[in-house]
């Protein structure tokens, strides 16, 4: 099992910058994607952003350009550093990890960003 903790939502007004951290602990062997997913209140939830074990990174329309995915190998965090935040950006963004390969899927329970004059 893989627990993982997510940290760094909350309110910020159009045109600010959040960082959203999420530290994997326990059974922590062979992960090898780490990313991040949101899920806006009547919407599915969706892919913003991964990173894989060789660092290469993929990110879907609603962050490129604003959000850089980033990941520490040796303390098992990613992290998800977004600017220019606009009011669409509101939602729950998950953590999310898979393990060896795909075989095992985690989620964090969630962090909310609202963004809001």
């Known amino acids: 099992q893989v627990q993982l903790v997510e940290s760094g939502g909350g309110l910020v007004q159009p045109g600010g910058s959040l960082r959203l951290s999420c530290a994997a602990s326990?059974?922590?062997?062979?992960?090898?994607?780490m990313g991040w997913y949101r899920q806006a209140p009547g919407k599915p939830r969706e892919l913003v952003a991964h990173?894989?074990?060789?660092?290469?990174?993929y990110y879907t329309d609603s962050g490129k350009g604003r959000f850089t995915i980033s990941r520490d190998y040796a303390e098992n965090t990613v992290t998800l550093q977004m600017n220019n935040l606009k009011p669409e950006d509101t939602a729950v963004y998950y953590c999310?990890?898979?393990?060896?390969?795909?075989?095992?899927?985690?989620w964090g329970q969630g962090t909310q960003v609202t963004v809001s004059s």
């Open positions: 990173i894989r074990r060789d660092r290469t990174t």
């Open positions: 999310n990890v898979l393990q060896w390969g795909g075989v095992y899927e985690y």
């Open positions: 326990g059974n922590i062997d062979s992960i090898s994607t």
